[in-house]
């Protein structure tokens, strides 16, 4: 199986300031169509996940433009600029090119 | 507007069946790929299974033989049968369209 490692496991920003996750596949998440299969989702205080970005960096729709993903591969970033306090959750990335999809473990974000 | 209701979530005794729905509106079931994704009790997201437009299906290994996912184009419903219920299936189970979207969750208890 795949396996997806985030760092770092929780994060503590103060408002304002730029928030970056990092999530590395044991194997190419690269497809034949040059896309990398690698999702971020954000998973608020009791609710279900939200797809933030797909295809490691187009945002989905209704994504504030302060949340931008890169990389392509094994080696993939989620950047949140200009943190808000609406931003604390789970943040989950998940590659879905090698079955069964696998999950990061999670990085929580707080707010200082 | 998209919208994904799952039901069908219930305490059961180890060994036993239970069926979770997913009510869709507002797109096609049969016309989109359909996961379930599962989350045990503070802990991450686990992929379980996702039937393509096709209509072939998937299934993480710890689920096989076991869940079989299927769907009612008439009723425009995705179904999780589980049988053989084990103690680690208790989860919230979620129903997602393309990732972009996500059901509120059901909740499986196995537990005797």
């Known amino acids: 199986d795949t396996v997806m490692t985030q760092t770092p496991l929780s994060l503590s920003v103060t408002p304002g300031q730029t928030a970056s996750i990092s999530c590395k596949a044991s194997q190419s998440l690269l497809q034949t169509d040059g896309k990398s299969y690698l999702y971020w989702f954000v998973q608020k205080p009791g609710q279900s996940p939200q797809l933030l970005v797909h295809e490691s960096s187009s945002r989905f729709s209704g994504v504030p433009d302060r949340f931008s993903g890169s990389g392509s591969g094994t080696d993939f970033t989620l950047k949140i600029s200009r943190v808000e306090a609406e931003d604390v959750g789970i943040y989950h990335c998940?590659?879905?090119?090698?079955?069964?999809?696998?999950f990061g473990q999670g990085t929580k974000l707080e707010i200082k | 507007e998209v919208q994904l209701v799952e039901s069908g979530g219930d305490l059961i005794q180890p060994g036993g069946s239970l069926r979770l729905s997913c009510a869709a509106s507002?797109?096609?079931?049969?016309?989109?790929?359909m996961s379930w994704v599962r989350q045990a009790p503070g802990k991450g997201l686990e992929w379980v299974s996702i039937?393509?437009?096709?209509?072939?299906?998937y299934y993480t290994d710890s689920v096989k033989g076991r869940f079989t996912m299927s769907r009612d184009n008439s009723r425009n419903t995705l179904y999780l049968q589980m049988n053989s219920l084990r103690v680690d299936d208790t989860a919230v189970y979620y129903c997602?369209?393309?990732?972009?979207?996500w059901g509120q969750g059901t909740l499986v208890t196995v537990s005797s």
């Open positions: 507002g797109f096609t079931v049969s016309s989109s790929y």
């Open positions: 039937i393509y437009s096709d209509g072939d299906t």
């Open positions: 997602a369209r393309f990732w972009g979207h």
């Open positions: 998940m590659q879905g090119i090698h079955r069964p999809y696998t």
